[in-house]
């Protein structure tokens, strides 16, 4: 079954900024680590960062050493703001820091005492962290229901939510065969292909530029995703929206797994979604750039894909078109102040 799309205009600026080195001075040596391994995506995945910041939050609560509210809740926020600007797209890791802040917040205003406020971090991380992973496996179970049996499915980069899907759709006895771009410059794709190999499912490794070629032969492509704009537009690994492109000329579906912690509040204030640059030696090694000092290298890491090109964004709330994204924000965040202020996060993501 195909359909028929209109292209709009993409919406993300660029960064190359790395600010979060500023915030450092009063982290924990543990949080430093932490925000270390994130920043150099030694831990990686949108929901895994989400998860890891929220733990940075209760390391720091839980280690805190404040004798008074006031220098425990500023420990905290510079802890947040290290955390939250190791990377700049996935918009998962400003929400689930939010999500403890916010709590924290609400606890603080209410003149909870400093003990209480340690707890509260501790129990809004770990409610986070609980809620994330039960949202990967409801978005497993809502996604494994629009696999067919016998389905030849593209994927790109490596989502843990889209391998969730694929492996209970397998788990039900679907049989399913996956292509897996290898995604330069990090090489995703090979953590996507041997997990599905420890699931049993057969998988195809093929190169970022092959993606086109073997499109024909494909029903749906399933992609993960870093954040999702009020208009229905999905950030997601570099690459992504060439995928759908290809997808788009072959008139084949394009699925997205996303729990709604990605989607992106301030999208809906028109701010844009910003696209990290990562360093030009992930791209050619360092004696390649030392040799040719005329070649200029980029490498942002992440790009747009149009609503237009997207056909269902599946999440744990249940499975919707990407124009209604704005309606799970809505739901999720209210309306939010359209300049500065702190963002006043909802009870739930
Ligand atoms: P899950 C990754 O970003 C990929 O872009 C992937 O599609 C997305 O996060 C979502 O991953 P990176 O950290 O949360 O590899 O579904 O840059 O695991």
């Known amino acids: 079954m195909k359909k028929h799309w209109k292209p709009t205009s993409l919406i993300s ?11 450092t001075e009063m982290l924990r040596p543990e949080v430093q680590s932490l925000a270390d391994d994130i920043s150099s ?15 940075g939050l209760m390391i720091t609560a839980s280690k805190s050493v404040a004798t008074s509210r006031g220098e425990f809740i500023a420990e ?7 955390l939250i600007a190791t990377r700049p797209t996935a918009v998962s890791l400003p929400n689930g820091v939010r999500f403890v802040m916010h709590r924290l917040s609400k606890a603080a205003s209410s003149g909870t005492p400093l003990q209480g406020l340690r707890e509260s971090v501790i129990k809004s ?8 992973l039960e949202a990967v496996k409801k978005i497993a179970d809502y996604g494994a229901r629009r696999i067919e049996d016998g389905d030849v499915i593209v994927t790109h980069c490596h989502s843990s939510a889209v391998v969730a899907v694929l492996k209970e759709a397998a788990r039900q006895g679907k049989s399913v065969k996956v292509y897996s771009t290898e995604t330069r ?10 997990r599905l190999e420890e699931a049993g499912i057969p998988v195809t490794l093929i190169v970022d530029s092959a993606a086109r070629y073997f499109m024909k032969k494909a029903d749906k492509v399933l992609i993960g995703a870093d954040a999702v704009a009020a208009n229905g537009a999905v950030v997601n690994k570099i690459g992504t929206s060439q995928v759908a ?3 788009h000329e072959a008139r084949v579906y394009v699925f997205v797994a996303a729990e709604t912690y990605k989607f992106h509040p301030e999208s809906m204030v028109g701010k844009l979604v910003e696209i990290e640059e990562r360093p030009a030696a992930e791209v050619v090694d360092k004696s390649f750039l030392d040799s040719h000092p005329g070649v200029k290298v980029r490498n942002p890491s992440f790009d747009v894909t149009p609503s237009e090109y997207i056909d269902l964004i599946i999440t744990e709330r249940g499975i919707i078109p990407p124009q209604a994204a704005i309606l799970v924000l809505r739901e999720e965040f209210g309306w939010l102040p359209s300049e500065g202020g702190a963002l006043s996060l909802g009870e739930e993501f």
């Open 41 to 55: 995506m030694k831990t990686r995945g949108a929901g895994r960062i989400a998860r890891a910041s929220v733990r």
């Open 245 to 247: 492109l290809a997808a």
């Open 76 to 82: 905290m926020e510079a802890a947040s703001k290290a």
């Open 125 to 132: 991380g770990e409610e986070f962290i609980q809620r994330s």
């Open 13 to 23: 600026s660029l960064s190359t900024s790395r600010p979060w080195r500023s915030y």
């Open 185 to 194: 410059p990090w090489y995703q794709g090979r953590i996507t292909a041997s």
